[in-house]
């Protein structure tokens, strides 16, 4: 994948990186006893799930005879991939979709804050893990590109990996920084679920237009 592809991958990754759901579940998780033990079975379960999510979808399209690596291919799946975000951004605009961040699951984050106040346990932290980062569409866009632009498997394995990372930022960083001062971590994850809560949908707005416009011009330009 170009440095221009690679660019577009992480503007995707970061239009989910914010998701109201996982911030209401890691502040739980910090609230606790044990949170660096919690953490690390969130980060680590929801990881997993996400990229074993995303090999499985790259891998199947390996294997249905697309034409990976074309600049047709890419010029395509760019355009389709900016339409799409382009469309989620317009119903966000008109009042169709609710101002949640882009592809972030529907559950309320309050449903996991109270769950997890309730069964503050390693297995409830491995089960939020895959259960607050669900694929949404900016995922499921940035795998089409996956895709296009990479013709085998172990390639786009890479791609996948710079994906999840980008998108589990905030959490890997929380657990970082809960590893030496939990305090300081559950502090800062407070101040930006009360920033997000004040500018979701403007964040939305602004990732929306701004990524599909550019896939859908550089695509253009790519066909």
């Given at each position: 994948?170009?440095?221009?592809?690679?660019?577009?991958?992480?503007?995707?990754?970061?239009?989910?990186?914010?998701?109201?759901?996982?911030?209401?579940?890691?502040?739980?998780?910090?609230?606790?006893?044990?949170?660096?033990?919690?953490?690390?079975?969130?980060?680590?379960?929801?990881?997993?799930?996400?990229?074993?999510?995303?090999?499985?979808?790259?891998?199947?399209?390996?294997?249905?005879?697309?034409?990976?690596?074309?600049?047709?291919?890419?010029?395509?799946?760019?355009?389709?991939?900016?339409?799409?975000?382009?469309?989620?951004?317009?119903?966000?605009?008109?009042?169709?979709?609710?101002?949640?961040?882009?592809?972030?699951?529907?559950?309320?984050?309050?449903?996991?804050?109270?769950?997890?106040?309730?069964?503050?346990?390693?297995?409830?932290?491995?089960?939020?893990?895959?259960?607050?980062?669900?694929?949404?569409?900016?995922?499921?866009?940035?795998?089409?590109?996956?895709?296009?632009?990479?013709?085998?498997?172990?390639?786009?394995?890479?791609?996948?990996?710079?994906?999840?990372?980008?998108?589990?930022?905030?959490?890997?960083?929380?657990?970082?920084?809960?590893?030496?001062?939990?305090?300081?971590a559950q502090s800062a994850v407070k101040?930006?679920?009360?920033?997000?809560?004040?500018?979701?949908?403007?964040?939305?707005?602004?990732?929306?237009?701004?990524?599909?416009?550019?896939?859908?011009?550089?695509?253009?330009?790519?066909?």
């Open positions: 994948m170009g440095a221009l592809a690679t660019v577009e991958l992480i503007a995707l990754a970061l239009a989910t990186a914010i998701r109201p759901t996982s911030l209401a579940a890691v502040y739980a998780l910090l609230s606790s006893a044990v949170p660096r033990r919690l953490m690390s079975a969130y980060v680590l379960a929801g990881l997993t799930f996400t990229i074993a999510f995303g090999l499985l979808v790259v891998g199947v399209f390996n294997g249905a005879s697309i034409q990976s690596g074309s600049s047709k291919t890419k010029g395509i799946a760019e355009i389709g991939g900016g339409i799409l975000a382009l469309s989620f951004g317009v119903l966000v605009l008109i009042g169709r979709v609710g101002g949640r961040l882009a592809g972030d699951a529907p559950t309320a984050p309050g449903r996991w804050s109270r769950m997890l106040d309730r069964h503050l346990t390693v297995r409830s932290a491995a089960v939020a893990g895959p259960a607050t980062h669900v694929p949404g569409l900016f995922y499921l866009i940035a795998l089409n590109l996956i895709v296009s632009h990479q013709p085998h498997v172990l390639r786009g394995l890479l791609d996948i990996l710079i994906y999840n990372a980008v998108w589990f930022a905030l959490p890997i960083a929380a657990l970082a920084v809960c590893i030496v001062e939990p305090t300081a101040a930006i679920q009360a920033w997000t809560a004040r500018h979701a949908r403007a964040i939305t707005l602004v990732v929306s237009f701004a990524a599909g416009g550019t896939l859908v011009i550089h695509g253009a330009l790519t066909i």
